[in-house]
């Protein structure tokens, strides 16, 4: 993996960052999840595979078990929160209220294209919720993805549409 440093690809800021790369390649040889059924250990050129990929519970469980930190998480891969929109929405904004708040989201469904042909139904990424404001009928919402802080006015049903999964972070 110390020779893999450095090799990602098409990955924003850990393009540049080596001493990132390695950490993010040691914690996703160290966790495992349902995504390395069929590649359970790292060979050279798996960092820039679905090897390293990260699914919500291994990403929680990283958090509480490397990070030592208390989550409460809901939502999963496939299915979104069930909670419907208002109350989602109230959910995230009490969340941010008791500590860091992460969202699990499908990045295809924030920034529709009109030239996208076919939208995967699943998350992506996950980014930091900083604020989440209802103005109207739309919602603004602030958060911090791939190292540039990021301001953006939605729908309420994109919002919902967009979100596979909230993680509220605190400490022990």
């Not at 800021?13 to 250990?41: P, R, S, T, V």
């Amino acid at each position: 993996m110390r020779q893999a440093a450095g090799l990602l690809s098409d990955n924003g800021e850990l393009n540049i960052l080596h001493a990132n790369q390695l950490w993010f390649l040691a914690m996703a040889d160290n966790f495992k999840g349902y995504l390395n059924l069929f590649d359970n250990k790292y060979s050279i050129g798996d960092e820039n595979t679905f090897w390293a990929a990260t699914n919500y519970s291994k990403f929680n469980k990283m958090v509480r078990e490397f990070g030592g930190y208390h989550v409460h998480a809901i939502g999963s891969d496939l299915v979104r929160p069930t909670k419907s929109k208002e109350n989602l929405y109230k959910y995230m904004v009490s969340m941010l209220d008791t500590g860091l708040v992460m969202i699990y989201i499908n990045n295809k469904l924030m920034y529709p294209h009109k030239f996208t042909l076919f939208n995967v139904p699943a998350p992506t990424h996950f980014v930091v919720l900083y604020e989440l404001h209802k103005i109207n009928e739309m919602v603004e919402i602030k958060y911090w993805d791939y190292g540039l802080k990021t301001e953006q006015l939605i729908t309420m049903k994109r919002l919902k549409k967009t979100i596979y999964g909230v993680s509220s972070i605190t400490k022990r």
